[in-house]
């Protein structure tokens, strides 16, 4: 078991750190929003499997939070872009 979690946290806590690095780098703004909704998919991921670890549901309330709050950024963020390139120049 102790191995399982060390695997876990290894590979989670690299797929963060990566995502980070885009957030930061971008280019863009869409891959800055990419980058975000894959970190904010790492954190649910992670209370899952902590939640499943321990045997317990008490994030549930906590993950449908922060889900909620990635399809309202995303939907922000596009409708953002969406404006921006209708403008004319």
Not at 54 to 70: D, K, Q, S, Y
Request: proline letters at 3%.
């Amino acid at each position: 078991m102790d191995a399982l979690l060390l695997v876990i946290q290894i590979v989670f806590g690299a797929a963060a750190i990566l995502t980070i690095v885009r957030i930061i780098r971008g280019p863009s703004i869409l891959d800055r929003a990419v980058a975000s909704d894959v970190l904010l998919t790492e954190v649910l991921c992670v209370l899952g499997a902590e939640m499943a670890i321990n045997e317990h549901t008490r994030n549930v309330p906590v993950m449908l939070i922060i889900a909620a709050v990635g399809v309202f950024g995303s939907i922000s963020i596009a409708r953002f872009v969406a404006r921006r390139e209708n403008t004319p120049s």
